[in-house]
């Protein structure tokens, strides 16, 4: 309800907090409706649900199916609803999959072929979703697999050699990227905005990175007491208001201790989905939680940092 209030200060003037709350209803339905039934029955067609969400992003791909916004073909217009992002979607079916795969009875550590399987399961959305050209999603998935290869008795050797290898190749991947034209020059800005800032082009790839600054800071520790931050979202200074700088907004209406608030109530979220995880009387049951806390602890990370400045 705070964020449905949220987006109506964000774009007064819009029926998207209308949206939000319609979204609510279906939300809370296919909550309840899922709530009274044995969730491991929904597991155990999990690969009917995965395959069903490959599909729908084969389906936004599709010239006069997918919506093309900003470059990224990443949408789907469904009648009465409006606008769909299957990759939404797929998380939560990618999800289901890997704890299926990975919540059978075992007593030993994982195997390199186990490990594999996971990764292609997490890779066939990965490359439907990249060639939606919409890295922000991809990066949202890969913890998913990470907490369920972490809790599925994975060798600490290989975690070792994970970290050291993503430490030492990261930047030398970024390298080719750039050089092969991988990693697009607006991508290449959008960093640069983040290691640099005072040398930020703010009316050209700094200017979402500079208005968030700028609407977070309006905030102070109470909320603006002018009208400068709500104008900064209302008057569309603030790109995405509504969605992807919507913790901006936040700050800038409710200030430090509003964002205090809210991730205190994402604290009790996740903390709740934790301790519903060891209670759990399976192995499939804990893994499809920590799944959904893995990917939904990375994209509020993401989203906060983002419009902080401190990640591009």
């Known amino acids: 309800m705070f964020g449905t209030l949220e987006i109506r200060n964000a774009q007064p003037t819009e029926n998207f907090w209308i949206k939000q709350l319609i979204g609510l209803g279906i939300g809370i339905a296919a909550m309840l409706l899922i709530a009274f039934n044995d ?3 929904l597991l155990n067609i ?3 649900f995965y395959i069903f969400g490959l599909l729908l992003l084969m389906a936004v791909l599709v010239p006069g199916v997918g919506l093309k916004i900003n470059g990224q073909r990443a949408w789907i217009r469904v009648p009465g609803i409006g606008q769909f992002q299957p990759s939404e979607f797929v998380k939560v079916t990618t999800a289901m999959m890997l704890a299926r795969y990975f919540g059978k009875h075992r007593t030993g550590a994982l195997t390199l072929k186990e490990m594999a399987v996971g990764g292609l399961i997490l890779a066939l959305p990965i490359f439907l979703i990249l060639l939606e050209h919409d890295v922000g999603s991809v990066l949202t998935y890969l913890p998913i697999l990470a907490i369920v290869l972490f809790l599925s008795a994975i060798r600490v050797r290989y975690v070792v050699a994970a970290i050291v290898l993503g430490v ?3 930047p030398f991947a970024y390298w080719v990227g750039v050089k092969t034209d991988l990693v697009k020059h607006y991508q290449q800005e959008r ?6 800032p005072e040398k930020a082009d703010r009316k050209g790839f700094g200017y979402n990175t500079w ?5 977070v800071g309006e905030g102070g520790l109470l909320g603006a007491e002018t009208s400068a931050a709500h104008s900064q979202s209302s008057l569309k200074f603030l790109p995405e ?3 992807d700088f919507i913790f901006s907004v936040i700050a800038g209406n ?4 509003g964002c205090i608030l809210v991730l205190l109530a994402y604290v009790v979220l996740l903390s709740r989905l934790i301790a519903a995880a060891r209670r759990a009387p399976d192995r499939m049951g804990m893994l499809v939680i920590m799944a959904t806390v893995g990917g939904m602890t990375c994209q509020i990370f993401i989203n906060i940092g983002m419009a902080l400045g401190i990640l591009p």
Do not use: C, E, M, W
Request: glycine share 4%.
């Open 241 to 243: 208001a509504h969605t």
């Open 211 to 215: 208005q968030s600054i700028l609407t």
């Open 168 to 170: 030492v190749l990261l």
């Open 254 to 257: 409710s200030g430090f201790v």
């Open 191 to 196: 960093i640069n905005v983040i290691l640099d």
């Open 46 to 48: 999990a690969p009917a």
């Open 39 to 41: 969730y491991r029955k």
